[in-house]
């Protein structure tokens, strides 16, 4: 998929997640992350980003994320609106159906 | 050096010696103290985030050339991040305290303090200096008011903290006692925390302390729904209780939740006419409001936490200061802790064992303080911890607490806003709780339902060296800190 345009989601209150995903010139997926929890959760924040990316099969897009203490259900939803943002669809008729996995 | 009952005694010399003890200024008074290499000072923390007086005290102090001092102050903020440069210019070299933050924290969790820092419960310290386990050479107590023999009080002209509770201790032991103020009264003060056969020397600076830092204004009521869940649940385990009925006595802590509490059970004594006798600790408005409406008999106060509680130590007969020791020292002939029937305390971790962690975060880095945490939770009949299951990402809920501080066999009931856990060794309790609707569950519950909101994390890599020991109220170490692995 391509991304039209730059795009954020989230917040920096805590217990959120804020998502800002661009192009990059090197083709490849790169996550930058901040997290207040970063010691302990860093490496598995890291995989969930770039699992929703893998989803939507995104390639060369940068990702900075600034974590304040978010809960995995949060983090997926904020990548995803991020996604969805970047890629101009936020206005999809099947947005609610598509990404809930179990 | 001549003593008797381990204090420094001085050769008579004649009925006015000590009548001029105003000095012109803090050095004088650090300079008649003989302060010397090697000694021992100490100071109170009643001026919270607001202190200016361990900073300038020390600064002065470098200035004279003195080293390897040991500074036991009853507890420590964020403030005090200037001690990080008179411990690497070897001003201090050891440090005792019940809490440590901020920047310090970091610079002691790093282990660039020379020896093990000494945390120390409110109990504990008032033991160990009426033991004589640590001998107190000079203590340097602000005071907002003094008369110029040293009577001196809480509440003065440009500051307020209400009790002197933690000082009262370090001015009977400390062998010189040098009283800082910045409102210097007409003699005498009447009514002094601290009095003038106690003091050396009193110094008037412009300025002691910054009020807003010192007491907050008007405590704030939670609207977190979290922590009111919680506070719901614990008032409701009170209140099922035998003991719950006129004549009990509780304490609460100064959280969210724990100051809830209070009102839940403001309006449960108000409907079934319940008055408790007293309550104790760390004194806030909500406690204030239950006095003066007639709720408890009255409040011992060691610490009086904002402006409502100082105003009223000053006003209301029933408002009594109390000393750490009468607090809770556990060898002193009967602390007030030893005759509360509730505590209500709070926790940044508790594992599956009971044992409560307020000192260290779940990144390993000091940032908390030990306060009367294990001396209430050994002392109450019965011990309520207080807490969300999580907070961030972090679970508050462990298999293991990452330091000790008050041990779980001293745990009575475990409040979450998931639901409510009575530690095994209280079959008593958990028989009349079971009977009741609150929703009753196992610590392991607990542990598997935080497991899978907020995942495992990596565990914490520490270093061999140990960077804090943890008394026991009784002297005993219950626990180190190690330093931590910087990992990142």
């Not at chain 2, 009426?130 to 110029?148: C, H, N, Q, T, Y």
């Not at chain 2, 106690?198 to 907050?216: E, F, K, R, T």
């Not at chain 2, 709780?433 to 196992?442: A, R």
């Not at chain 2, 914490?460 to 009784?474: C, L």
């Amino acid at each position: 998929m391509e991304i039209v345009k730059s795009s954020s989601a989230g917040t920096l209150d805590s217990c959120d997640i804020q998502i800002r995903i661009e192009t990059n010139e090197i083709g490849t997926n790169e996550i930058y992350l901040k997290s207040v929890v970063e010691m302990q959760f860093g490496d598995q924040i890291k995989s969930l980003i770039s699992g929703v990316l893998d989803k939507h099969n995104l390639k060369g897009v940068t990702v900075n994320a600034v974590d304040r203490g978010a809960l995995d259900c949060t983090i997926k939803a904020r990548v995803e609106s991020a996604v969805m943002r970047a890629l101009g669809r936020e206005i999809l008729e099947d947005w609610s159906v598509i990404h809930h996995d179990k | 050096m001549n003593r008797i009952h381990g204090k420094m005694i001085k050769p008579y010399k004649g009925p006015f010696d000590g009548v001029g003890k105003v000095t012109s200024s803090l050095r004088e008074a650090i300079q008649r103290a003989d302060l010397k290499d090697g000694m021992t000072i100490s100071f109170h923390h009643h001026f919270r985030e607001g202190d200016y007086i361990i900073n300038t005290v020390m600064d002065q102090i470098a200035e004279l050339g003195i080293k390897n001092l040991t500074i036991i102050p009853s507890s420590l903020g964020k403030v005090h991040e200037p001690l990080i440069g008179h411990i690497e210019s070897g001003v201090v070299r050891e440090i005792h305290t019940s809490g440590l933050r901020g920047k310090l924290a970091e610079f002691v969790s790093d282990g660039k303090l020379g020896t093990p820092l000494i945390i120390r419960s409110h109990g504990g310290r008032a033991r160990a200096i009426e033991a004589g386990e640590v001998k107190i050479d000079v203590a340097f107590l602000a005071a907002p008011r003094s008369d110029k023999m040293g009577n001196a009080s809480g509440n003065g002209k440009y500051t307020q903290c209400g009790s002197l509770g933690y000082a009262i201790v370090d001015a009977k032991y400390a062998d010189t006692v040098i009283l800082i103020t910045d409102d210097l009264c007409d003699y005498p003060n009447i009514k002094p925390s601290i009095t003038q056969d106690l003091v050396d020397s009193v110094v008037v600076l412009d300025s002691i302390g910054d009020p807003n830092g010192i007491a907050s204004g008007a405590t704030r009521f939670t609207k977190n729904p979290k922590e009111l869940k919680i506070a719901e649940y614990a008032a409701n385990t009170i209140m099922s209780l035998p003991l719950y009925k006129t004549g009990f006595s509780f304490q609460t802590g100064s959280g969210g939740s724990s100051l809830a509490v209070t009102r839940y059970l403001k309006e449960n004594m108000k409907l079934n006419d319940i008055k408790a006798s007293f309550a104790l600790g760390g004194i806030t408005q909500p406690m204030v409001e239950l006095l003066e409406e007639g709720f408890v008999g009255c409040l011992y106060d060691v610490q009086s936490f904002d402006l409502t509680s100082t105003a009223s130590i000053a006003k209301n007969e029933n408002h009594i200061e109390i000393s750490a020791s009468q607090y809770a020292n556990p060898s002193n002939k009967g602390c007030m802790a030893s005759m509360l029937d509730f505590v209500i305390l709070s926790a940044l971790e508790i594992d599956t064992d009971f044992n409560v962690n307020v000192m260290t975060g779940s990144d390993g880095v000091i940032m908390g303080a030990s306060g009367g945490h294990c001396d209430t939770a050994a002392s109450a009949k019965v011990t309520i911890v207080v807490a969300p299951l999580y907070r961030g990402r972090l679970a508050t809920v462990v298999e293991k607490v990452t330091s000790v501080i008050t041990p779980g066999n001293t745990v009575d009931i475990f409040v979450t806003e998931r639901g409510i856990a009575v530690n095994p060794r209280r079959k008593d309790l958990l028989e009349i709780l079971e009977k009741t609707t609150l929703p009753l569950v196992t610590m392991d519950d607990l542990l598997e339902k935080v497991d899978r909101l907020v995942g495992k994390p990596v565990p914490i890599e520490f270093e061999e060296r140990i960077v804090a020991k943890i008394e026991y109220r009784d002297g005993s170490i219950i626990d180190t800190i190690r330093q931590r692995k910087n990992t990142l």
